[in-house]
């Protein structure tokens, strides 16, 4: 007669089976991090919006115009995407290095490190945040702009994607600063010396086209001129660079800034004390 021990019927303590992916904890770290920036909507989702509102109206009033239409497109509605990408990429990038340089400096950055997720869970999950965060914020500002600017829908997919593409990427660069930063000020330098300049030297404002030949080479070299002139094809059908360069990139550098991230978060570099 065999004799069913507990050892048999009960797996040792502290061991759980989660298969290949741990999808609960993933999910519930997504969630938690969603939960974090929408209990502050005010700060994290309408100020960005009231912001992007009021370079809307300075560059409507001050410019709308005085300035010829570019590529056909009157100077408003040129401008409008570029505004909404913008205010899509600094959002993703401060949702997730906010995210984790906050617990390192309040000290419970263990509680990332704890659960029984992998680095890649972790990765996806914080990074998701990000790109949800950086979608919303773009999608708000978009519908905001609808009574003052005549925005139409070109090529769908490419507003999809680079909406997309563009959030994850700035979501990575953002988990990336925010593992490398020790204090506010490095993260800060990261934004004013790194994130602004790519941002507003990467045709948001204008036409690269107006400029330089060497800046107008120099701003090729801008992965954020692709995001941003993608972004505005999907909706002006009209565009200043190739837009399957800009595909291939975006999808290039985030493969390039998620195997970085996910090393960093292997080792626990600047994680573990």
């Known amino acids: 007669m065999s004799v069913t021990t507990n050892e048999n019927k009960f797996p040792m303590a502290g061991v759980r089976r989660f298969g290949a992916v741990n999808w609960l904890g993933t999910w519930t770290l997504y969630t938690k991090e969603v939960r974090r920036f929408s209990k502050i909507m005010t700060q994290t989702i309408f100020a960005p919006m009231i912001t992007t509102l009021l370079y809307l109206a300075v560059f409507s009033l001050s410019m709308g115009k005085l300035r010829a239409a570019i590529h056909g497109v009157p100077f408003i509605v040129f401008l409008a995407p570029g505004l909404i990408m913008m205010t899509m990429i600094q959002n993703a990038f401060a949702n997730t290095s906010s995210a984790i340089l906050i617990s390192k400096v309040q000290g419970n950055v263990v509680d990332y490190l704890m659960p029984p997720l992998s680095p890649g869970e972790l990765n996806f999950a914080i990074a998701a945040a990000g790109v949800s965060r950086g979608v919303v914020v773009g999608a708000a500002t978009g519908v905001a702009m609808i009574p003052f600017v005549g925005m139409g829908v070109a090529h769908i997919w490419a507003i999809l994607f680079f909406a997309v593409g563009a959030s994850l990427m700035l979501a990575l660069l953002g988990i990336i600063a925010g593992i490398w930063s020790e204090k506010f000020d490095h993260l800060q330098a990261v934004t004013n ?38 972004f505005r094809y999907g909706f002006t059908g009209v565009a200043d660079g190739s837009v399957m360069t800009g595909v291939l990139l975006t999808i290039g550098v985030n493969a390039l800034l998620w195997m970085i991230s996910d090393r960093m978060f292997r080792r626990g570099y600047r994680l573990k004390g």
């Open 193 to 230: 010396f790194v994130l602004l300049p790519l941002t507003f030297l990467s045709g948001t404002f204008y036409s690269v086209e107006q400029l330089p030949a060497f800046a107008h080479t120099i701003t090729h070299w801008n992965p954020v001129f692709y995001l941003i002139d993608g």
